[in-house]
């Protein structure tokens, strides 16, 4: 027998350790259980302090990571302290051999102790390093999908894939590599330093001359390493940004016969990363020389002052041949102080561009005073609704028009008139500039979003589709247990349920990346099937017949009839014939409403509504003697 727990689990060393220690078998159900931390409790101005609170639930384990090093470092410097005593004192003075036995397991143990904790503490770093990253894939991903439609109107996809992969990775380097390395360098220095200062403070001091000019040739890379290294990610996001939108339409690339020109406009953004990695790395090797030189004039300094005051009696050969030893510990970190300062300065930029998107706000999908136990009635008044998105021109002007529960409302007019804005505007995809849309006589903005989208179901314009079975695409967002039974009858009032029968596969079939595998009208019904399997008491078509033929679309029509009963419903067409039998005709020009009324009406006054009915009716005439002519 197995029982299966759900956990919440925000610290992954205490999870690891429950997984192992543990006779209850953990299945991690759902990954998101890692990110219920909000990271955006760890936004500071100041980016050190933003990433050591990001670090939450592994801070202790990063600083036993750090102390671990400072114990590595200490036996270190101490195996140097020992063979200047062995030099000194034990070399050549025929003690015992106990004595030499002793000493050698003294180096013995030293050595175990410095590779033992250097092992521990690269897990260790590794492993917050690690968990953090997981985490922040995580938070992002969950958290993307959750900013409004402004946000993704706004931003490009490949800016937002590369941050959450490849500044989430420089992210990662800081923690595992660079922040651990400075510690390390820090550390190896100060108890360096101190052992020569205890040795001979003259010495101590020559070792450092150069450590302030080091700094400086640092600090001033590190401002210039900074912005290049800017520059380069948002090149990079701007190629995969191409690349990306070149994939999602390589169709059309190929119908325009395009590949020579996309190609050139690739090439153009290729060559601006190759160009600014050039200046990046022109930066990095130009350090490095100087550091080199800084770093090697140093090392001559200390050698010879040493070897001069052992000459003349100043300090033993025991305590020289340790110095050798140890001095090589504070050059060699100054060297790597740089490098790592320069290093760190990629990691805080992606830090600034993750946090970029942490900082935005989710859309509140909870928020609203309305949130009603059962089903909406679907009365809806629309009153002198005006919209404009973020702030620009009114898209949509002075709507006003009411319908009672279960009415459908058929909304008309021409391309960039502002159907899709005024559906859109009913499950809160956006919010209305002014005016009062009321749903049951409640204002719409006091209702949840979430409520909202619950009662509504919708056929977006351009249906998409999961690359997963058609069953898990027609059942997508539907929360309780769905029966077969349910799935087919949707399909079928969709008209796809034998097309998906004649697959070989069924509904297990699955759908290719973009549902590409099935044809345009097919995906249209797929969604139809899956907004109908969500039982809304709002309804949305919105234009979801475009690509199905004549015969389909009466068959769909004539089946929708049915399931539109109680429901309210808006269907946006282009088609005469799919809008003539809605209770409410609304024609649509430049965001208002010119014309509204149901089909008699509005074919016996003159209006873009006559007009747009001679011209389909003439068409299908046309249509009609040119079948008899061929049936003849
Ligand atoms: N628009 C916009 N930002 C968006 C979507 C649309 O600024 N995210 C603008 C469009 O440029 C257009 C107007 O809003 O001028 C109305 O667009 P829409 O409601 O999508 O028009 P539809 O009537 O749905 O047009 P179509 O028949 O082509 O679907
Ligand atoms: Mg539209």
Same mark, same amino acid.
């Given at each position: 027998m197995s029982t299966s727990v759900r956990v919440q689990v925000y610290d992954i060393p205490l999870f690891r350790l429950l997984k192992t220690h543990s006779r209850i078998k953990i299945?991690?159900? =759902? %990954?998101r259980t890692v990110s219920n931390?909000? #990271?955006? =409790?760890?936004?500071?101005?100041n980016r050190m302090i933003g990433l050591w609170r990001m670090m939450t639930g592994f801070r202790l384990i990063y600083l036993a990571a750090l102390l671990g090093l400072g114990v590595a470092a200490l036996a270190k410097t101490a195996t140097y302290l020992l063979l200047r005593r062995f030099i000194d &004192?034990?070399?050549?003075?025929?003690? +015992?051999w106990q004595t030499l036995a002793l000493v050698a397991v003294g180096f013995l143990v030293l050595a175990l102790f410095e590779g033992g904790f250097t092992f521990l503490s690269g897990r260790w770093a590794a492993q917050t390093a690690e968990g953090t990253a997981l985490r922040l894939r995580n938070y992002l991903f969950n958290h993307i999908q959750r900013l409004n439609f402004t946000y993704h109107d706004n931003m490009k996809t490949g800016e937002l894939i590369q941050r959450s992969t490849s500044d989430v990775e420089a992210v990662r380097r800081f923690y595992a590599d660079q922040a651990i390395g400075l510690g390390r360098i820090v550390i190896l220095f100060t108890v360096n330093f101190i052992a020569i200062w205890f040795l001979s403070p003259q010495l101590a001091l020559i070792s450092v001359i150069v450590v302030p000019f080091l700094l400086i040739v640092s600090i001033f890379f590190f401002g210039r390493v900074s912005k290049r290294y800017e520059a380069y990610q948002e090149q990079d996001a701007t190629l995969s940004t191409t690349l990306q939108e070149n994939l999602s339409g390589v169709r059309v690339v190929k119908a325009f016969g395009r590949q020579d020109f996309e190609m050139e406009k690739f090439e153009v953004d290729n060559l601006e990363k190759y160009a600014r990695a050039k200046r990046l790395v022109l930066m990095h090797s130009l350090y490095w020389p100087s550091s080199d030189i800084l770093a090697g004039f140093q090392m001559l300094l200390g050698f010879v002052a040493g070897a001069i005051m052992a000459i003349n009696g100043a300090i033993s050969v025991g305590t020289y041949v340790a110095y050798a030893g140890m001095v090589i510990w504070i050059i060699w970190p100054m060297r790597g102080l740089g490098r790592i300062i320069v290093q760190m300065s990629t990691g805080l930029v992606s830090c600034d561009r993750v946090t970029e998107i942490i900082k935005e706000d989710e859309e +509140? #999908? =909870?928020?609203?005073?309305h949130a009603p136990e059962g089903h909406t009635r679907g009365e809806l008044i629309f009153d002198d609704v005006d919209f404009a998105y973020g702030?620009? &021109?009114?898209? #949509?002007?002075g709507i006003r028009f009411s319908c009672r529960p279960g009415q459908s409302v058929a909304l008309l007019g %021409?391309?960039?008139?502002g159907k899709t804005s005024l559906v859109n505007l009913l499950p809160r995809f956006y919010d209305y500039t002014s005016g009062s849309i009321t749903l049951d006589g409640v204002e #719409? =903005?006091?209702?949840t979003r979430k409520y909202l989208r619950s009662q509504i179901g919708i056929v977006e314009q351009e249906p998409f589709l999961f690359s997963r079975s058609l069953r898990e695409n027609i059942s997508y967002g539907v929360t309780h247990e769905v029966t077969d039974e349910e799935v087919y009858e949707a399909a079928r009032a969709a008209a796809i349920h034998e097309v998906i029968l004649s697959f +070989? &596969?069924?509904?297990d079939t699955r759908v290719g990346e973009k549902g590409v595998t099935l044809s345009g009208g097919q995906k249209q019904r797929i969604a139809i099937a899956r907004a109908l399997l969500r039982d809304p008491r709002i309804l949305i078509l919105?234009?979801?017949?475009? %690509?199905?033929d004549t015969e389909t679309e009466s068959s769909i029509r004539k089946a929708l009839q049915h399931l539109m009963e109680g429901r309210t419903t808006f269907i946006i067409a282009h088609r005469i014939q799919s809008v003539m039998n809605a209770d409410l005709i609304l024609v649509l020009d430049k965001g208002e409403i010119v014309q509204s009324g149901m089909h008699e009406e509005l074919v016996a006054r003159t209006g873009i509504y006559r007009d747009i009915y001679d011209i389909q009716s003439q068409i299908e005439e046309e249509l009609e003697q040119d079948l008899e002519l061929a049936v003849v």
């Open positions: 299945i991690v159900i =759902n %990954s931390y909000d #990271l955006k =409790n760890s936004i500071s101005k &004192e034990i070399l050549g003075q025929g003690y +015992p +509140p #999908l =909870n928020v609203g005073s702030g620009g &021109e009114s898209v #949509l002007k %021409s391309t960039g008139s #719409l =903005n006091s209702y +070989p &596969e069924g509904y919105d234009d979801a017949t475009s %690509s199905v």
